[in-house]
């Protein structure tokens, strides 16, 4: 891409006009741009109003052009997932989250289209991820300070990209951060299917770590259990199979796990208790089954099980930047080289609706949706 002329645009005052189908922007507005500022070019965004159902919510907008400050930087953006804390941020469930009218979409991937002139250490054509993750990514351009944007290898593919950050990373602390794992140990896990329990599996097996996964019951089980295996997984059980007084007869050679990784709740997260070894540690990460997490007092007293929870967000909030970005870069190298790979299927931006109701489960289960720009 060849690098972008930065013009002194002349004094103007103008109300946005809107390109046919799209509907008028809450960001709509009269907007005077000083001699010699820096303009983005006008936007495409996914924006919300007020907090609720996403599919009955959300639209596709224009936003008029944003100033290009001295330490901005423009970046054009490549993709963007459809992550289930995107749609828990618009119908308002969800800790933290930015305050409507709102611009949806929290990671991706784009390239640099124009900087700053006090810009050091990127250029146009340079691809960038927001890192720690950055409100707003369901929009053709960002305008934001150039500390948001960490520069990596070009090589990497754009959906991978775009993904890195929110479950990759997920996986990857989960397995450091609680128990120390050795070559020859086990964990246990349910959710097993999602990114993170792909990622977990691919990055347990680099570690020589051996998985146990937990599967819900479904047609077509045995093409899961198949799929999983072929990623590294070791057992792959469904919820059913494992309705039998003694789990731990299924184990075989295996050893009991000493780390449970929990995002279903419910009878599933008692499974992984089940599973674990004396002392072992279970880490829950989400609530998909929207079950409580229930322990029986035996297990407290006579296993002395840890139950831990673990927010990607507010690991990353912790001054964790460059820790975080030395981490990304070593994850988008195992993405390069094939070791860490998952499902997703790229969608154009125009479309974004039939994405979202795949993410909503609308139309059964799906990969991850990944916009395109």
């Known amino acids: 891409m060849a690098a972008m002329k930065l013009v002194a645009v002349r004094p103007v005052i103008k109300t946005v006009s809107f390109h046919s189908g799209l509907q ?22 996914v924006v919300y109003d007020q907090l609720g159902a996403p599919d009955k919510l959300t639209r596709i907008v224009e936003i008029p052009p944003a100033e290009i400050k001295d330490n901005d930087v423009c970046v054009k953006m490549l993709a963007a997932p459809i992550n289930p804390s995107d749609i828990n941020r618009i119908e308002g469930v969800y800790p933290v989250r930015p305050v409507p009218p709102a611009i949806g979409g929290y990671e991706g991937v784009g390239e640099v289209y124009a900087v700053g002139s006090g810009v050091k250490g990127l250029s146009p054509g ?24 960490h520069k990596i290898n070009k090589d990497t593919p754009m959906e991978y990209a775009a993904t890195v950050t ?25 959710g097993a299917t999602s990114i993170v329990g792909q990622c ?47 789990v731990k007869d299924l184990l075989g050679t295996l050893p009991e796990p000493a780390l449970g990784l929990n995002c279903v709740g419910g009878n599933s997260a008692t499974l992984i208790l089940k599973f674990l070894r004396n002392e072992g540690t279970m880490v829950t990460y989400g609530g998909m089954s929207k079950k409580p ?29 460059t820790e975080c970005r030395t981490m990304i ?7 390069r080289d094939g070791k860490i790979k998952y499902d ?30």
């Open 329 to 335: 870069d070593r994850l988008l190298g195992l993405m």
């Open 24 to 45: 008028k922007s809450p960001f709509r507005r009269n907007y005077v741009r000083a001699f010699s500022a820096i303009m983005s070019p006008p936007s495409k965004a």
């Open 293 to 321: 997490v229930t322990v029986s007092t035996s297990s407290f007293i006579f296993k002395d099980l840890s139950l831990r929870g673990f927010w990607l967000q507010k690991w990353m909030s912790m001054d964790k930047a």
């Open 166 to 190: 929110v479950n990759p990373l997920s996986a990857f602390r989960m397995l450091h951060d609680f128990v120390q794992l050795n070559s020859g140990d086990a964990i246990v896990q349910n």
């Open 126 to 149: 340079d691809w960038v991820i927001p890192s720690p993750p950055s409100f707003g990514t369901w929009q053709s351009y960002i305008v934001k300070e150039q500390s948001v944007w």
């Open 200 to 246: 977990i599996i691919q990055l347990a097996r680099s570690q020589g770590v051996r998985s146990i996964n937990i599967i819900r019951d479904r047609a077509g089980a045995d093409e899961v259990k198949d799929k999983l295996k072929k990623l590294g997984a070791d057992e792959v059980f469904t919820e059913s199979q494992l309705e039998v007084k003694k």
């Open 344 to 373: 997703m299927e790229l969608v154009p931006f125009e479309d974004f609706h039939n994405a979202l109701d795949k993410a909503l489960g609308k139309q059964g289960s799906q990969p991850k949706q990944v916009l395109t720009f």
